[in-house]
T-cell receptor, first 118, second 115 residues
Framework: SAVISQKPSRDICQRGTSLTIQCQVDSQVTMMFWYRQQPGQSLTLIATANQGSEATYESGFVIDKFPISRPNLTFSTLTVSNMSPEDSSIYLC???????????????FGPGTRLTVT | AQKVTQAQTEISVVEKEDVTLDCVYETRDTTYYLFWYKQPPSGELVFLIRRNSFDEQNEISGRYSWNFQKSTSSFNFTITASQVVDSAVYFCALSEASSNYQLIWGAGTKLIIKP
């Protein structure tokens, strides 16, 4: 399994500002993802962070609001831009393990970043 | 329609009881994967198991066991002799080709183990 760290672990931000969350993995991985988990809810995929190209965003999420960088195979950042209280959530990065015989591998998650927007 | 249904929002049992968490999925793909994750109060998601659609063998890992039945599209999770440390939210998830192998998550079941 991969060891994943996220910074910051939590933050309280004012509306209208931006926060960049970092995700670092201890090994090179192809697939890296960013999720949002609102209080008491399940996980929602924001985007797949692609190394060397633009991230692939899910419906309802746009690059202007959630710009993502993936400069190499061990690191990614997610920025939450022009924040509003509705952005208060836990943001998680994950990586996919290499699947057996080319199949889909399980995902391992970072500890999350708890964001509160006031 | 939900692709992954965890009908039990919350379950509360007394320590040492056995408890089963239900997961029903919906897919038209012949190749797909099913997962269970645990999210304790600390918030970190812990991977428990992955199953592919061609492997219907039940799995046991210590006090945990999983029952995969394609006939009923279910992938249920049983904890035997529950312990307080099992208290967490448990998520079932599906990965299928027609959804680009993204994880499709159930709503989660909150499990409370009382001492």
């Amino acid at each position: 399994s991969a060891v994943i760290s996220q910074k910051p672990s939590r933050d309280i931000c004012q509306r209208g500002t931006s926060l960049t969350i970092q995700c670092q993995v201890d090994s090179q991985v192809t697939m890296m993802f960013w999720y949002r988990q609102q209080p008491g809810q399940s996980l929602t995929l924001i985007a797949t962070a692609n190394q060397g190209s633009e991230a692939t965003y899910e419906s309802g999420f746009v690059i202007d609001k959630f710009p993502i960088s993936r400069p190499n195979l061990t690191f990614s950042t997610l920025t939450v831009s022009n924040m509003s209280p509705e952005d208060s959530s836990i943001y998680l990065c994950s990586v996919e393990a290499e699947g057996l015989a080319g199949g889909v591998g399980e995902q391992y998650f970072g500890p999350g970043t708890r964001l509160t927007v006031t | 329609a939900q692709k992954v249904t965890q009908a039990q929002t919350e379950i509360s049992v007394v320590e040492k009881e056995d408890v089963t968490l239900d997961c029903v999925y919906e897919t038209r793909d012949t190749t797909y994967y099913l997962f269970w994750y645990k999210q304790p109060p600390s918030g970190e998601l812990v991977f428990l198991i992955r199953r592919n659609s061609f492997d219907e063998q039940n799995e046991i890992s210590g006090r945990y066991s999983w029952n995969f039945q394609k006939s009923t599209s279910s992938f249920n999770f049983t904890i035997t002799a529950s312990q307080v440390v099992d208290s967490a939210v448990y998520f079932c998830a599906l990965s299928e080709a027609s959804s680009n192998y993204q994880l499709i998550w159930g709503a989660g079941t909150k499990l409370i183990i009382k001492p």
